[in-house]
Nanobody, 115 residues
């Protein structure tokens, strides 16, 4: 049973925008903190942004001011609005709890920022 499904990635030019979606199961969405992670080629998976059930958010310094994480409880979905994208944002983006649960990792969604 798939419990997390990421979508919304694609190819975009520098300065462009994308909105990623993460559809979560009922059990996972009950966790207090949901997060977006990303992994670029040859690099470790890094934490990008977090959001609590109360709506409190935190961001990695590299995306602060450009990315916005949000959640819709009715749809059991977490979003990542990405603006002013840069080539260094190129990565596979994943959602999970924070701390991450190993069994929850999905396939992720590819974001490529290139001219």
């Amino acid at each position: 049973q798939v419990q997390l499904v990421e979508s919304g990635g694609g190819l975009v030019q520098p300065g462009g925008s994308l909105r990623l979606s993460c559809a979560a199961s009922i059990t996972i969405f009950r966790f207090n903190v949901m997060a977006w992670y990303r992994q670029a080629p040859g690099k470790e998976r890094d934490l990008v942004a977090t959001i609590t059930t109360g709506g409190s958010t935190n961001y990695a310094d590299s995306v602060k001011g450009r990315f916005t994480i949000s959640r819709d409880s009715a749809k059991r979905t977490v979003y990542l609005q990405m603006n002013n994208l840069k080539p260094e944002d190129t990565a596979v983006y994943y959602c999970n709890t924070q701390p991450a649960v190993a069994n929850y990792w999905g396939q992720g969604t590819q974001v490529t920022v290139s001219s």
